[in-house]
């Protein structure tokens, strides 16, 4: 399988394109980690993956937290001792003007899509 022995990270994959993304990966061989806020959901989409097959890791862990983060990362080297593949997924959205967002709305949306 083109991804086997290869571990991937996809960021916010509990649902939508990082859901899709992890199963992929799953299906073409990686150890996935699920990483989410979400961890019921995160550990629901494990157990899919494990239940055809394939290999995961479900990480609680908010990426617009620079603690967690480094948490997740130590935490899947002490495991796996690489990281092969990094998708860095998860991201949020508000919609309306910029006017009607707040600055601590404002900052949570930069640190979570861009800063880690
Ligand atoms: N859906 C679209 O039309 C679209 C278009 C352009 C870009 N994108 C981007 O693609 C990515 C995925 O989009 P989607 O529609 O699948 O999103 P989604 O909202 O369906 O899923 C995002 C996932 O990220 C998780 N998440 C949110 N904040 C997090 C955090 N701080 N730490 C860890 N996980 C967190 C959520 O719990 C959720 O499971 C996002 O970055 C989004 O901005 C989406």
Known sequence: MMLE?????????????????ALQFAR???V??????????AEELGHQIKSQGGQALMVRADVS?????????KSIYFK???IDI?????GIIKRGSIEDHSY?????????NLTY
């Open 28 to 30: 073409k061989g990686a």
């Open 104 to 112: 601590d709305e404002w900052n949570k949306i930069i640190d979570v």
């Open 5 to 21: 022995n290869k571990e991937a990270i996809a960021t916010g994959s509990a649902r939508g394109t990082g859901k899709a993304v």
């Open 32 to 41: 996935v980690v699920v990483n989410d806020v979400d961890l019921e959901k």
């Open 65 to 73: 937290n620079q603690k967690e983060v480094e948490e997740m990362v």
């Open 86 to 90: 990094l998708v860095n997924n998860a």
């Open 80 to 82: 796996f001792g690489k």
